[in-house]
């Protein structure tokens, strides 16, 4: 079944430590999101990226690294200059990068990310 | 400042009828809107959308409509099935710069009791 697969489900994270967040796609999109959720609060976007190889930043961009260099692959990185970096992190693809189209992204299931 | 509205947290329904999930904007250049539905501990499943040149959308028990001139679009589920409680997001698309970005409400939790 084609879809997104992010792991792990649940992290834990020690202060000061640089953590990986995994997200893959097998549904050929070009364009791959990661979104931030906190509680009342709406997705808020860090990174996106457009093709392989290129990324942008979102609203929330600092205290966060990303790479794209396969199509399929999209890692999100909570280093330790993230001030607040307990959330749930949500990755989605699109067909095209929403800068193009209307097209729906699609979402994995979610990593919630908690600091010991 | 909030631009997509969602001004109920939450909604309570009896099976089998309808539920009204409303969103409220206001930003005038968004030109795109979308429901996603989000169950716990899970992504975001898109359910439906509509453009702004638009004022009705219809799929199945799910029907969106827009009201311009109010800002204000709303999503209709009937009938209600117990299966449809969830977390509702109303989403929408402005261009910004030579890019289009994706603004989302915070979410309306829906209880459908059998």
């Known amino acids: 079944d084609g879809g997104i697969t992010q792991s792990p489900k649940y992290l834990f994270r020690k202060e000061g430590q640089n953590v990986t967040l995994s997200c893959e796609q097998n549904l050929n999109h070009d364009a791959m999101y990661w979104y931030r959720q906190d509680p009342g609060q709406g997705l808020r976007l860090i990174y996106y990226s457009q093709i392989v190889n290129d990324f942008q930043k979102g609203d929330i961009a600092e205290g966060y690294s990303v790479s794209r260099e396969k199509k399929e692959s999209f890692p999100l990185t909570v280093t330790s200059a993230q001030k607040n970096p307990t959330a749930f992190y949500l990755c989605?693809?699109?067909?095209?990068?929403?800068?193009?189209?209307?097209?729906?992204?699609?979402f994995g299931d979610g990593t919630r990310l908690s600091i010991l | 400042d909030q631009q997509v509205k969602q001004n109920s947290p939450s909604l309570s329904v009896q099976e089998g009828r309808i539920s009204i999930l409303n969103c409220d904007y206001t930003n005038s250049m968004f030109d795109y809107f979308l429901w996603y539905k989000k169950y716990p501990a899970e992504g975001p499943t898109f359910l439906i959308s509509?453009?702004?040149i638009k004022d009705k959308n219809e799929d199945g028990r799910f029907t969106v409509f827009l009201n311009k001139s109010a800002k204000h679009l709303s999503l209709h589920i009937v009938p209600s099935q117990p299966g449809d409680s969830a977390v509702y997001f109303c989403?929408?698309?402005?261009?910004?710069?030579?890019?289009?970005?994706?603004?989302w409400g915070l979410g309306t939790s829906l209880a459908v009791n059998p």
């Open positions: 509509i453009s702004s």
């Open positions: 989605a693809s699109s067909i095209v990068a929403h800068s193009n189209s209307n097209q729906p992204q699609h």
């Open positions: 989403a929408a698309i402005v261009r910004a710069g030579n890019n289009r970005k994706l603004i």
